[in-house]
T-cell receptor, first 115, second 114 residues
Framework: GAVVSQHPSWVICKSGTSVKIECRSL??????MFWYRQFPKQSLMLMAT?????????EQGVEKDKFLINHASLTLSTLTVTSAHPEDSSFYIC???????????FGEGSRLTVL | GENVEQHPSTLSVQEGDSAVIKCTYS??????FPWYKQELGKRPQLIID?????GEKKDQRIAVTLNKTAKHFSLHITETQPEDSAVYFC?????????????FGTGTRLKVLA
């Protein structure tokens, strides 16, 4: 199957700093990528839909100024957690939709810990 | 709004028995229903999917059934094995090749007891 790579896999940062997470589709072009947040033993909470070349579509309750999403190319979307606080600590996971089949491929996830 | 309900939240079965996980979706326009398996600490991976023009699909020990009228779809795992232990998520989407988002169920933690 197609491969989606997410980086970094884990990151620890101080409160108030910003953290950027990258999501890359390695062997296919993805016009649409999705960003999720997953709490321990819970489901995938969709944060936003990232569309190549246009603004991301955020889900209700997700602060767009807090979670900046950029999808500058067909193979790369980035999520920047700005001015991170301990409550932003979570597992963030991206997915990319393969155009031909519509199948969703997930990245390996990024565990963010804000001290 | 769009919603996918998934039951049960946890399921324990003896090795060799069958496991059934059920989902209900709210948006009648949904036409693509994938199932994902997420092992501990790993990414979700597609195990089977079904489109609205099909009522049932099978792949070895895994099968999915869809009832469009009732807006239900179910995952069936037969002859369960310990390696089937994981969290399973159902999802619904309107247009898998377009830009529509996937709505995920809340997940089912399956434990297969040896």
């Amino acid at each position: 199957g197609a491969v989606v790579s997410q980086h970094p896999s884990w990151v620890i940062c101080k409160s108030g700093t910003s953290v950027k997470i990258e999501c890359r589709s390695l062997d296919f072009q993805a016009t649409t990528m999705f960003w999720y947040r997953q709490f321990p033993k819970q489901s995938l909470m969709l944060m936003a839909t990232s569309n190549e070349g246009s603004k991301a579509t955020y889900e209700q309750g997700v602060e767009k100024d807090k979670f900046l999403i950029n999808h500058a190319s067909l193979t790369l979307s980035t999520l920047t957690v700005t001015s991170a606080h301990p409550e932003d600590s979570s597992f963030y996971i991206c997915s990319a939709r393969q155009g031909n089949t519509g199948e969703l491929f997930f990245g390996e996830g990024s565990r963010l810990t804000v001290l | 709004g769009e919603n996918v309900e998934q039951h049960p939240s946890t399921l324990s079965v003896q090795e060799g028995d069958s496991a059934v996980i059920k989902c209900t979706y709210s948006d009648s326009a949904s036409n693509y229903f994938p199932w994902y398996k997420q092992e501990l600490g790993k990414r979700p991976q597609l195990i089977i999917d079904i489109r609205s023009n099909v009522g049932e699909k099978k792949d070895q020990r895994i099968a999915v059934t869809l009832n469009k009228t009732a807006k239900h779809f179910s995952l069936h795992i037969t002859e369960t094995q310990p390696e089937d232990s994981a969290v399973y998520f159902c999802a619904a989407s309107k247009d898998p090749s377009g830009t529509y988002k996937y709505i995920f169920g809340t997940g089912t933690r399956l434990k297969v007891l040896a």
